[in-house]
């Protein structure tokens, strides 16, 4: 053993005896209903899973999905409704006593990418295909819902399933996603008071990622275009070379991350795009440049667009060549709630074992979980969905994505106990949640 993964065992034996004083879990019986429950329900939630994947749906237009999700859970006598930020379905499962209320949120878009894996219930719509695993959250979120509906005696105050349209980003010129969710309310009637959601990672099986702090970055995205003067390629002095100009703004754009930014604290420019110029013989009048930025601050987020701007603004004028620059805002960082977080550690090293819940360095990919996150605390985690006999596995948004179906039951046994757990830890959840946001 290294000294390092020494270092890490004894760290999480503090972990767990520390956390087991806080944490009370969910009793030995409640646990063996709902391993008994998800087991009567495995062929149906397959079959849900495997429809969905069948029929994916882009972002906004998750019409069929949010049907069978709603009727699903208006058949389980959950309180439902329908049509929120288009197509986002709620439902609200109340126990036996009135109290806290938490939720657990699931995102139900696909991708727009041709499928070639070759199971047997692949994608039956030319170009669309669940390359995400959304597919796989909807089938946990509503197999944790019929879970939980069997548990209501369990239940000390209510839970709240969201299923939430446009992830990956509404289409341009529309709105969509988590933001418009809480924006139509989807965290009021009862007030939510913390939520739960996952994402699927090419990891083993078995495993889950987790961290406390941000765990995935914001999502902002700009635009330059450069505006030059056009001449003939062999008299460039009689005009302003917007291509010349744009490769000095790509090159010096770089040095953002390298030397202005403290190097602790991660940042990511990518210029993802270029276009312009007309023929080989002709200087190019106008460049357009787009490109994403991800941080894990706000001081980084607040302070890199202006970075950005100063270079190209000094470039370009001091070559008489003018500029637009324009930003826009994505998803904030996800925040994983520490105190959240160390309520809910032990759960997962008591389900999972302590070597199965490693620790995640955030990642610079996004999520618009993120939003939730700004309003109450939220937990988010990553669940290995890698069969374990397999070396390696198509990451996320590959056309050969294949997660294993294990997965979502492993991903609904953890979320009834966080559930249960969250409730039972309410009246601290409740002192501390506004702690940390
Ligand atoms: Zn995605
Ligand atoms: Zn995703």
């Known amino acids: 053993m290294s000294e390092n993964s020494r270092f890490k065992t004894v760290l999480l034996f503090f972990s767990v005896f520390f956390f087991a004083l806080i944490s009370s879990g969910v009793d030995k019986n409640t646990a063996i209903l709902i391993e008994k429950e998800i087991e009567k329900h495995k062929s149906e939630i397959i079959k849900i899973r495997r429809f969905l994947h069948m029929n994916p749906e882009l972002s906004n237009q998750e019409y069929q999905t949010a049907k069978l999700v709603a009727t699903k859970l208006m058949s389980l006598g959950l309180e439902v409704k329908s049509g929120i930020a288009k197509t986002g379905v709620t439902a609200l499962l109340p126990g036996i006593q009135q109290g806290f209320t938490v939720a657990l949120r699931a995102d139900m878009d696909a991708l727009p990418i041709q499928e070639l894996t070759d199971v047997p219930y692949k994608s039956l719509i030319p170009g669309v295909m669940h390359a995400c695993g959304h597919d796989v959250h909807t089938s946990i979120a509503l197999g944790t819902a019929m879970v939980l509906n069997t548990l209501k005696q369990k239940i000390r105050g209510n839970i709240k399933f969201i299923f939430q349209p446009a992830e990956e980003g509404p289409p341009p010129g529309e709105e969509g996603g988590a933001f418009l969710m809480i924006k139509e309310g989807v965290l009021d009637e009862p007030p939510v008071g913390a939520i739960f959601g996952l994402h699927v990672w090419p990891e083993n099986l078995g495993e889950v990622l987790f961290s406390s702090g941000p765990i995935m970055a914001s999502a902002d995205g700009f635009q330059i275009i450069i505006k030059g003067k056009s001449s003939h390629g062999a008299k460039p002095h009689e005009g302003i070379d917007a291509i010349t100009l744009a490769s000095q703004v790509i090159l010096s754009i770089q040095s953002i991350v390298s030397r202005r930014i403290d190097p602790t604290d991660p940042a990511v420019i990518s210029i993802g795009k270029m276009e312009g110029g007309i023929r080989s013989n002709i200087i190019a009048e106008e460049v357009r440049l787009e490109g994403t930025i991800r941080t894990l601050s706000d001081s980084n987020r607040k302070k890199i667009p202006q970075l950005i701007e100063n270079i190209v603004k000094g470039i370009t004028h001091s070559s008489d060549a003018d500029y637009i620059f324009s930003y826009k805002k994505g998803a904030p960082p996800v925040y994983n709630h520490p105190e959240l977080g160390k309520l809910m550690l032990p759960t997962l090293l008591e389900l999972l074992g302590g070597n199965n819940v490693k620790q995640l360095k955030p990642q610079m990919v996004a999520e618009d979980f993120s939003y939730y996150c700004q309003k109450i605390p939220g937990f988010f985690f990553f669940l290995g969905v890698k069969d374990p006999n397999q070396e390696t596995m198509a990451p996320l948004h590959s056309p050969y ?37």
Not at 425 to 431: G, V
């Open 401 to 437: 994505f294949n997660p294993d179906e294990r997965s979502i039951f492993l991903g609904i046994k953890i979320m009834c106990h966080l559930l249960l757990d969250g409730l039972e830890h309410q009246s601290y959840l409740e002192r501390n949640s506004q702690s940390s946001l």
